[in-house]
């Protein structure tokens, strides 16, 4: 448990699930505070079912996930998004017949603050998006359909992020403004994040916390800054 | 009210272009922006028309005509935005063909239902005693008049589309028929979304059932064939799925054609009118769809958001 007053702000304890009966998380262990927490792995690790799991979009085959204590293992997505957690898949983040400005008022539907206050916000966050603001976000290019989806998360005001691999596929340029940007949201915002990626060196580096993921197991969890190079071969059976 | 310039068959025929207009209005937010391909549309109308019917004609109301035939109508909207809830509770979680059959199966077992429960509903017999709520002459004037209330609901209803269109609603409609669980994840119940669009979507269609039985005043199983489903998805995808006014401009194309132009304004031999024109009137509805389907998937007016899509993706 990291968070300063220490209790996590998230908990989750034996984390099974999978699709179709097909177990992908073998019992999974995560406490999560007010931190940058990098979950890392080869392809086929289960990065992606465990955010996705988090949010609430794939069914739990057994164990337990509370958020600021409250035991959501059981709500629906939309409601423990309505808590406070924001989801940014690896695909399809965006919707793309709704504009940047549709897609991001649609991400601004839950939270009592003003809209306009938050796309204010994210536009200062992300400057680019806002000469965008008209264009239908499935016409973008692959970097600023990512920002959008990422302002989109944010428009809801989480407390806490999952991104899921939000720089794969992209030009290092894009690459490193992200890993910025993960870094900025956490600082100047507060809001904690977990981010799943492929790319181990970059994550390390904005990254307090991290989890290596093993053919759905956790192969270890600890201080980003103490993971070598060896355990990480050893988690990507390199 | 001298009505002898209006031929008989032309307010019939405005009539049914105006209920299919309502009807593909209805879908076209189903459809259209939630992207629920709702093939029992018939089914909805047929248990609005019936329930409505059945509760006027066969209750022994204790006050006024006039109380009794809003009340019904009332009922028979109530009993399908029910059916809607039923339904739409049954299907949202299903993917397109188990959508499809679902929709289906639904406006069979109102077809079965009609059928068989004789003494409701008449059976194949049928359900006469339903009249207009007023008696303004003749029988050509109260037509003309409920053709007038009737093209006013349906407007609202346009109306009612046109906001849900430009409202954040509409918005998260498009959103929800996109993708769902993304849809989900940013705190919107899109099971809950879904099953309220389905629910006043078919309390809609029900209405417009009873507002037709009234115009024929005798409940006959032969309307709730499966044309009347299709007359209102040709209607649809022709004009435009995804566009407000593609049900208005499809309705006047297809049903329009068929019974007002060639019904009033083409001089065929009498006996087609019977029995050859509705049959090619559903093959040229079949072909449309096909038609349309391959090479204009847009409909008529097209999309304006799809196609700056189509366009980005493939140049041009």
Known sequence: MSEANGSAMLEVHGLRSGYHGVEVLKGIDLDVGAEVFAVLGANGAGKTTLLATLARLIPLMA???HFHGEDVTRLPAFETAARGIGYVPQEKGVFPELTVSENLTIGGMIGRRSREDRIAEVFELFPDLAALQGQLAGTLSGGESRMVACCRALMQDPQLLLLDEPTAGLSPLYVDMFFE???EIHQTKGVSIILAEQNATKALEVADQVMVLSLGEAFAVMDAAQLTTDQLKEGYRI | MNLDWLDAFLISGLFSVVII???????H???GLARIANFGVVGFFGIGMYAFGVMFVKV???FSEVWAFFISLAFGTLVAGLSGLLVGWLIADLDEDGVLVGTLGFATAVLILATTEQDLTGGALGLGGL???????SVKANEFLWLIIVTTVVALILLYVGRVHRSPYGRLLIAVGANEPLARSLGKPA?????????????????LGALFGVMVRFLDI???GIDVTLAAMVALVLGGTARVWGAVIGGFLTIGLFEIVVQSYIPFPQGWYGQAIPVVRQMVFGATLIVVLLFRPLGILGDMRRDKLMRSMHGG
């Open chain 1, 63 to 65: 164990g337990t996930i």
């Open chain 1, 181 to 183: 940007k993960i870094t």
């Open chain 2, 21 to 27: 207009i309502g009807l593909g209005l209805l879908l």
């Open chain 2, 29 to 31: 937010l189903q459809l």
């Open chain 2, 60 to 62: 022994d109301w204790p």
């Open chain 2, 131 to 137: 009249k207009f709520p007023y008696d303004i002459g």
């Open chain 2, 191 to 207: 099971f809950r979304t879904k099953l309220w669009l389905f629910a006043v979507g078919s309390a809609g269609m029900g209405l």
């Open chain 2, 222 to 224: 032969s309307n709730l």
